[in-house]
């Protein structure tokens, strides 16, 4: 069993940049995937990154390359989603998941935070 608590979310102008967090504890890490999908109000939830633990390989969707960067720091079981340039249409709930696969499906997940608000005001 993996629990994903993300933080770091919050209010932000249009330009600005938040960094988001999830901190996973449970069963080991070492050969999981920890991706980060978003879901905006009456929209169905969406791919954002992933980042293959091991590795450090990574994918991202094209509405974000360029301004969003994932990564993770082994020590502290934590992984990141820098967002940079931030727009308004980046405004949603960010969540974070785990799973076995560095693919943006969501059914490839197994676990799943609860969620954290960005809103990026124009």
């Known amino acids: 069993q993996v629990q994903l608590v993300e933080s770091g979310g919050g209010l932000v102008q249009a330009g600005g940049s938040l960094r988001l967090s999830c901190a996973a504890s449970g069963r080991t890490f070492s050969r999981a995937v920890m991706a980060w999908f978003r879901q905006a109000p009456d929209k169905e939830r969406k791919f954002v990154s992933a980042?293959?633990?091991?590795?450090?390989?990574?994918i991202y969707a094209d509405s974000v390359k360029g301004r969003f960067t994932i990564s993770r720091d082994n020590a502290k079981n934590t992984g990141y989603l820098q967002m940079n340039s931030l727009k308004p249409e980046d405004t949603a709930v960010y969540y974070c998941?785990?799973?076995?696969?560095?693919?943006?499906?969501?059914?490839?997940?197994?676990?799943w935070g609860q969620g954290t608000q960005v809103t990026v005001s124009s």
């Open positions: 980042i293959r633990w091991s590795s450090g390989t990574s």
């Open positions: 998941a785990a799973g076995g696969l560095l693919s943006p499906t969501a059914q490839t997940y197994n676990y």
